[in-house]
């Protein structure tokens, strides 16, 4: 009986081995399913919305600066170039205030050129008719006098100035006259009339 006990004892040891094994196996099996259950329990995280075409603050910021810069750039620009304008139109403005002033001047200048040219037209036709009435005076006060003497006085002249003075005599006076002149003398004069009543229109 005590060889029996013997035998048994070692069986009984190897028995509390082996339950103690499948105890640790047991344990360790619950354990990792006991995370597994934990994990799959456990509430997955919920992912931050995705904003599609936005941008940050400090862009959206920096943009709106950058705008602003742009427009006043622009309005600087309109702005110089409105002046540049006005600037141009006031020079404009004042040539043709100029030009105005030098056109009344030149205007003015015509006006007086105008009547001064006038009046020496009339000054002229005025000395004109008078050595014309002194001529014709002249020319009678030499019909008056004796043909001899009148003579004498026209040899002392040009041929055109005498010829003149006879054009204008009577023809009888006339006639009396170039007989008391040299025939040199008459001659030239009988030239010089009939020249002059050459250049007359006959038509």
């Given at each position: 009986?005590?060889?029996?006990?013997?035998?048994?004892?070692?069986?009984?040891?190897?028995?509390?081995?082996?339950a103690a094994l499948l105890l640790?196996?047991?344990?360790?099996?619950?354990?990792?399913?006991?995370?597994?259950?934990?994990?799959?329990?456990?509430?997955?995280?919920?992912?931050?919305?995705?904003?599609?075409?936005?941008?940050?603050?400090?862009?959206?910021?920096?943009?709106?600066?950058?705008?602003?810069?742009?427009?006043?750039?622009?309005?600087?620009?309109?702005?110089?170039?409105?002046?540049?304008?006005?600037?141009?139109?006031?020079?404009?403005?004042?040539?043709?205030?100029?030009?105005?002033?030098?056109?009344?001047?030149?205007?003015?200048?015509?006006?007086?050129?105008?009547?001064?040219?006038?009046?020496?037209?009339?000054?002229?036709a005025l000395a004109d008719t008078?050595?014309?009435?002194?001529?014709?005076?002249?020319?009678?006060?030499?019909?008056?006098?004796?043909?001899?003497?009148?003579?004498?006085?026209?040899?002392?002249?040009?041929?055109?100035?005498?010829?003149?003075f006879l054009g204008m005599m009577?023809?009888?006076?006339?006639?009396?006259?170039?007989?008391?002149?040299?025939?040199?003398?008459?001659?030239?004069?009988?030239?010089?009339?009939?020249?002059?009543?050459?250049?007359?229109?006959?038509?």
């Amino acid at each position: 009986m005590t060889q029996a006990l013997a035998q048994h004892k070692p069986a009984r040891g190897t028995l509390h081995i082996i339950a103690a094994l499948l105890l640790g196996s047991a344990v360790l099996r619950l354990s990792l399913t006991g995370t597994d259950v934990v994990a799959e329990s456990a509430p997955e995280p919920v992912a931050a919305p995705v904003q599609d075409h936005e941008e940050p603050a400090e862009d959206t910021h920096a943009s709106i600066v950058t705008d602003d810069a742009d427009t006043n750039t622009l309005l600087a620009a309109f702005r110089e170039r409105e002046q540049r304008l006005v600037a141009r139109e006031a020079q404009l403005t004042d040539r043709l205030q100029a030009l105005r002033i030098a056109e009344a001047e030149i205007t003015e200048k015509l006006s007086a050129l105008t009547a001064a040219e006038e009046a020496l037209r009339s000054t002229i036709a005025l000395a004109d008719t008078a050595a014309e009435a002194d001529l014709a005076r002249l020319a009678v006060v030499y019909e008056n006098m004796k043909p001899k003497v009148a003579a004498e006085l026209f040899t002392e002249m040009s041929p055109e100035f005498a010829a003149g003075f006879l054009g204008m005599m009577q023809p009888a006076a006339a006639a009396a006259i170039m007989t008391e002149l040299d025939s040199s003398v008459s001659y030239s004069i009988s030239v010089m009339l009939a020249g002059r009543n050459a250049l007359v229109p006959t038509q």
